[in-house]
């Protein structure tokens, strides 16, 4: 953080509003001393008050300026920051403002009023001997004098209330107290146990030193750690980071989705017990009151190695060495909503604003990033193996056109259970559809339910009998009889975990069977809880959605079943093919990690499709070179660029006039970008809302953001109550 000079009479703000550039603001002479960069500041707009972010302190004349009315707290972000945020927002073409409220903690925005800062008090022994009467008085007064200095919280560990008697204490000036901040620490009553080191194997040895090169020349340089299920990947993170603190320098780990992972924050947080390494924890799952103090301790300079989600991306490290992605591949990078930007790209520019060491991770890298690593635009790091020797799975496809039976399980996967059952080891199986069923079927007439608001069906849940939209939440008391053609034989159709589990149940009466879906971990600590029962064999067969398919490593589980493979292969999405090979090839990768070798089941209609056989080979590299010469034709990233273009609104016709009078003026302005559409989204209504899609595509950037640049004023063409969202380097298109 920057120390102002006196004389900084101008606070450049950039305010939360749609706003594509800061504005200058007078500080008043009480405030003049105390405005730094990355505070928030409440500053007029028009006739509103709006909240700010302070992003430079000027000197000047401020007399035609709006005064600044109010300081909300202490820097929140240093200049580096300030300069990455607006570079980001550049990029996704966000506003300003809103691009940097995302980048801040929730809990910072709206309003503005920041979460309560917790205080603790400190007593330490002020009158040596005091004679003391009472029996508590004594025994509270001899635990201070042992332990000096000592914290309310701590004594109230101790002792059952002191509070009384130590304030008792304090007005006889036996004890004197002072006030500290308490932070909010996610981890105070969870203990770790310091681990030994491990012997890196050859290939974990041979990525470490080139990744500790790079450290140590602390210059930008991005790498590629290409490392199959169970190579060790964690392994080498751990010592780089290990590295960049050697440097004095700060460590940035990110994880797709850090709520799914507690292990791997476990992993760090015993491999740096008992040391001085200052760690902190950004995620969604955290109370705003923990993010808003985790934020701040990052801020003062106080953090050492900071693990998150994607929003780590913005955390506001000024000394920055590494920023490790997990995982680089995983879709959940990117923001889906409101500032869509994608973590994983960002991490490359903040690494080279910074100097640093940038290293993606993964078992099935993002075809991007493997291109890159093919025009060693980034540097390839390979763990080919298993960690000692353990091989990979078996993965077989179980052709479900040949089986006889309709149920879920094919004949082979349901002996597949039995003998894991039979053996005292686990199972799990991925059904990527919550719910029962995914929609109710009227049997005379073939009709849906379907949801009023968006073009999907409704899913049905059997436990809470109910069917529910899974975009917008809508829920409906499932009919008795059709409203088409009012016949009674209304069923559920198709199958989700829920069905899966119940089947299950019946099928092995005697197997202890759990799920694990969105519906299953909505409460706090519900998703650890499960992990910790499969850790201790509590579990037999885990059902689940992708969500059982990342990251865990269970010793015990030797085989993993995929229930239907070809519902997501068939999404109309160039880069479907991608998904299912990166999220089959992670599933596999969950069995036999452990002593046991480990087999994998695919039920599929197609089992001659070439993906699932890739997957089959654990072949990404023929995969990899398949799919990108697909791209390279179609013109699709990394050969190509995209930007999508999504225009919604209550008035379909309306919508669809906006798109095409949209589409009409880019084309003029648009040399050098294909523009596809408009045409109705896949999902052409959601919540409520017409949506059609314009897709810009272009060979190279400098065209698309050209027209990007256009936008701002093109957009105005836009008929009042139709929205337009901007889509740099979509990821999901629907
Ligand atoms: P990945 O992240 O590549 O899937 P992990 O880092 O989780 O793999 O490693 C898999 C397992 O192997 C873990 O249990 C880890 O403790 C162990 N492991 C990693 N490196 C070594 C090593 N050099 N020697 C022995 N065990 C190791
Ligand atoms: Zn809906």
Redesign the pocket.
């Known amino acids: 953080m920057c120390i102002q000079p006196i004389s900084s009479r101008i606070a450049r703000v950039v305010v939360v509003a749609p706003l594509d550039r800061p504005l200058d603001y007078a500080l008043p002479e009480k405030l003049a001393g105390l405005v730094q960069v990355g505070c928030r500041v409440r500053v007029p707009l028009g006739r509103r008050q709006v909240v700010g972010y302070v992003i430079d302190c000027l000197d000047g004349n401020p007399e035609k300026l709006k005064p600044v009315l109010d300081l909300l707290d202490e820097p929140l972000f240093g200049e580096a920051d300030a300069i990455f945020y607006q570079r980001a927002a550049d990029y996704y073409a966000y506003p300003l403002g809103e691009a940097f409220r995302t980048a801040l903690p929730a809990g910072l925005s709206g309003k503005g009023v920041p979460p309560p800062v917790l205080t603790d008090k400190i007593y330490s022994i002020a009158a040596p001997d005091p004679g003391l009467r009472g029996e508590r008085q004594k025994q509270i007064f001899a635990h201070i004098l042992a332990a000096g200095e000592t914290s309310l919280s701590d004594l109230r560990g101790v002792f059952p209330s002191p509070y009384q008697v130590l304030q008792r204490l304090t007005e006889q000036g036996v004890l004197a107290v002072r006030e500290i901040e308490r932070l909010r620490d996610p981890f105070a009553s969870q203990p770790v146990e310091k681990v030994q080191p ?4 050859a290939a ?1 040895q041979k990525a470490l030193e080139q990744l500790e090169t790079s450290l140590r020349s602390a210059s930008f340089k991005t790498f590629l750690l290409h ?9 080498v993170y751990l010592r780089a980071v290990a590295t960049c603190l050697e440097q004095r320098l700060q460590a940035l780990l990110m994880v797709p989705e850090i709520a799914l992972t507690p292990q791997l924050v476990g992993r760090f947080r015993s491999w740096f017990a008992g040391s001085q390494v200052r760690l902190a924890v950004l995620h969604s799952g955290l109370s705003d009151g923990e993010r808003y103090d985790a934020w701040r301790s990052i801020a003062r300079g106080d953090i050492d190695v900071v693990i998150g989600a994607r929003s780590a991306v913005f955390a506001p490290l000024p000394r920055l060495g590494l920023i490790v992605v997990d995982e680089e591949h995983d879709g959940s990078y990117k923001q889906s909503e409101g500032f869509r930007y994608n973590a994983r790209d960002l991490a490359q520019l903040r690494g080279q604003m910074a100097s640093a060491t940038v290293l993606l991770g993964s ?1 099935t890298p993002a075809l991007t990033s493997y291109w890159r690593a093919l025009q060693e635009q980034v540097t390839y790091l390979e ?1 080919p193996t298993r ?2 020797e353990r091989t990979l799975p078996l993965v077989s496809l179980v052709d479900l056109s040949q089986s006889a039976t309709s149920e879920l399980l094919s004949e082979e996967l349901a002996s597949a259970l039995q003998m894991t059952l039979d053996a005292g080891e686990q199972a799990l199986l991925l059904l990527n559809r919550r719910g029962y069923a995914p929609f109710l079927l009227c049997h005379d007439c073939g009709a849906t339910c379907r949801c009023p608001n968006c073009e999907i069906t409704l899913t049905f849940s059997m436990a809470q009998r109910i069917l529910r939209c899974h975009y917008c939440d809508f829920r409906l008391t499932p009919p008795e009889t059709c409203d088409s053609c009012g016949g009674s034989r209304m069923m559920p159709e198709g199958a989700g975990t829920e069905r899966l589990e119940e089947e299950l149940g019946q099928a092995f009466p005697e197997a202890r069977i759990a799920r694990m879906d969105r519906d299953t971990t909505t409460r706090k600590g519900a998703h650890a809880r499960l992990l910790d029962r499969m850790t201790a064999r509590e579990i037999d067969i885990l059902v689940g959605t992708q969500m059982i398919a990342k ?1 865990h ?1 269970f010793a015990n589980v030797t085989l993993v079943g995929v229930l239907n493979a070809d519902g997501p292969l068939n999404l109309p999405d160039f880069r479907s093919a991608e998904r299912v090979f990166a999220l089959l090839s992670q599933m596999a ?1 969950r069995a036999g ?1 452990g002593e046991r070798p480990g087999r994998v089941m695919i039920q599929t209609y197609d089992p001659e499709n070439v993906t699932l056989q890739y997957v089959a080979e654990h072949d990404y590299q023929t995969f990899a070179s398949m799919e990108l010469s697909q791209r390279e034709a179609l013109g699709y990233p990394p050969f190509g660029h995209l930007v999508n273009l999504v225009m919604a609104g209550n008035d379909p016709e309306k919508t669809h006039e906006g798109a095409v009078n949209l589409a009409r003026e880019l084309v003029r302005n648009g040399q050098g970008v294909e523009l596809l559409g408009p045409e109705p989204c896949l999902l052409s209504r959601l919540r409520g809302k017409s949506r059609y899609q314009i897709l810009l595509k272009s060979a190279g950037r400098p065209a698309l953001r050209h027209l990007l640049e256009t936008l701002p004023v093109v957009r105005k063409i836009l008929p009042a109550g139709v929205n337009l969202t901007v889509d740099v380097d979509p990821v999901d298109m629907f």
């Open positions: 491990l012997v890196l194997n974990q490392g199959v299920t169970g190579s060790g990947k964690t392994e078992a763990l960690i000692a990251g490593d990768g990690r």
